[in-house]
């Protein structure tokens, strides 16, 4: 049994609808999402397939990472692609205080210029709320996701993983991959082949603005 949701309820975004999880539009555009990195061999790789399509993507990166990996970092925004801060340390927000959550935003936006987060694991307090808005600034926009692959759970095969995310996916989804060590396996097998399956049907792949009116959100 897996204690998380593939394809986000509808009743979860009513109860949070503070937070990004799906865009409203109509044009046939997906916005896929990379967590984890950047990681120098796996981040590279994805980026060079993304090249292949024309496609943009939004990275949420972990700040210490990024410190260790900037190349890498550079690369990703001189190609176009969306960044997030993802905390430095990969805290989650459910066993560290408002003021230590807080306080790792803050070491990570020293080295990710962005206005978007996305909190690890998924998991946020109201009252980390405040603490990303004082650190990332008014324009902070909390982003989740519509559709999560699952990449980074080995008891999934990564066919399955491709599934969730082509059965589940519609346009305006915001779409969750890791480009780590432990999602590889997944991901190698299912990228290329959402790529190429969404490009055959029309879509875009298009990255998370740092500013987007209110009414795209949904």
Known sequence: MHRYFIKTPWWLK???PNYIWNFSQKEAAVYLT???GPHPEITTW???ELKKYN???TFFCIGKNVERHRSIY???VEEGHGVGNHTYNHLNAWKASAQQYERDIQEAAAFITSSLFRPPYGRIRSSN???IRKTLGDEARIIMWD???ADFDNSFTPEQ???HVLKNSVPGSIIVFHDSEKAYKNLRYALPLVLENFEKRGYTFEKIKQKMNREVYK
Do not use: N, P, T, Y
Request: hydrophobic letters at 50%; proline letters at 0%; charged letters at 30%.
């Open 34 to 36: 990379f967590d984890d």
């Open 55 to 57: 496609a943009h993507a």
């Open 46 to 48: 994805v980026m060079d």
């Open 14 to 16: 009513k109860i949070f």
């Open 129 to 131: 709320v405040e603490g």
């Open 74 to 76: 550079e690369r990703i």
């Open 161 to 163: 993983c491709l599934q």
């Open 147 to 149: 559709v999560l692959s």
